[in-house]
């Protein structure tokens, strides 16, 4: 069964960069593309970026000068940072996974969510 | 960007239909597809994919629930509606990047 678990800090600091991790379970990371969504306080969702099964990335333009999604094909893991972290990107982050090929854009599978505050 | 329009509540009574709209500013068909989905997302878990490109359900989500539209007009049906069905729908669109989420719409028991 295909897993994904989201671990990171909880809390960080306006200015400070914003690094979480996304372990995949039952699934190799080098098939398949890979998202990053958020959820803010208020329901709205965003899509953040993914990396695909080759390792090239897609942005979303809102994030594009402060966001990098990365991979550790050995772990199975991928990556999210996001520099210079304000308020309003206190959300709680998702990873998941594309059911295909991102040319359909639909998620199958998510983990469970991790909440990041950011506050002084 | 694409804005998906969603209702933020609906509140309907057990055994009765459940009919969900989603509008979006830009069409999001392209080569006989209608690049929608629909999630249900309840307090504390992860969203759940429900129906994919309009109107295919997703693996293991029983046939209450329903997909259906086309160009900016979209809907999901959940006849007939089920205590366990109480939980947040979310639609977003894959036709064009970035991906986008309608805000949700809220289904609650009257």
């Known amino acids: 069964e295909v897993q994904l678990q989201e671990s990171g800090p909880g809390l960080v600091k306006p200015s400070q960069s914003l690094s979480l991790t996304c372990s995949v379970t039952?699934?190799?990371?080098?098939?398949?593309?890979w998202g990053w969504i958020r959820k803010f306080p208020g329901n709205k969702m965003e899509w953040i970026g993914h990396i695909s099964y080759s390792g090239s990335t897609s942005y979303n333009p809102s994030l594009k000068s402060r966001i990098s999604i990365t991979r550790d094909t050995s772990k199975n893991q991928f990556f999210l940072q996001l520099n210079s972290v304000t308020t309003e990107d206190t959300a709680t982050y998702y990873c998941?996974?594309?059911?295909?090929?991102?040319?359909?854009?639909?998620?199958?599978?998510w983990g469970q969510g991790v909440m990041v505050t950011v506050s002084s | 960007d694409i804005v998906l329009t969603q209702s933020p509540a609906l509140a309907v009574s057990l055994g009765q239909r459940a009919t969900i709209s989603c509008k979006t500013n830009q069409n999001v068909d392209y080569y006989g597809n209608s690049y929608m989905h629909w999630y249900q997302q309840k307090p504390g878990q992860q969203p759940k994919l429900l129906i994919y490109l309009a109107s295919n359900l997703a693996s293991g989500i029983p046939a209450r629930f329903s997909g259906r539209g086309s160009g900016t007009d979209f809907t999901l049906t959940i006849d007939p509606v089920e205590a366990d069905d109480t939980a947040t729908y979310y639609c977003?669109?894959?036709?064009?990047?970035?991906?986008?989420f309608g805000g949700g719409t809220k289904l609650e028991l009257k």
């Open positions: 998941a996974r594309y059911n295909s090929g991102y040319s359909e854009g639909y998620f199958d599978y």
């Open positions: 977003q669109q894959s036709r064009n990047l970035p991906w986008t």
């Open positions: 039952g699934y190799s990371i080098t098939s398949n593309y």
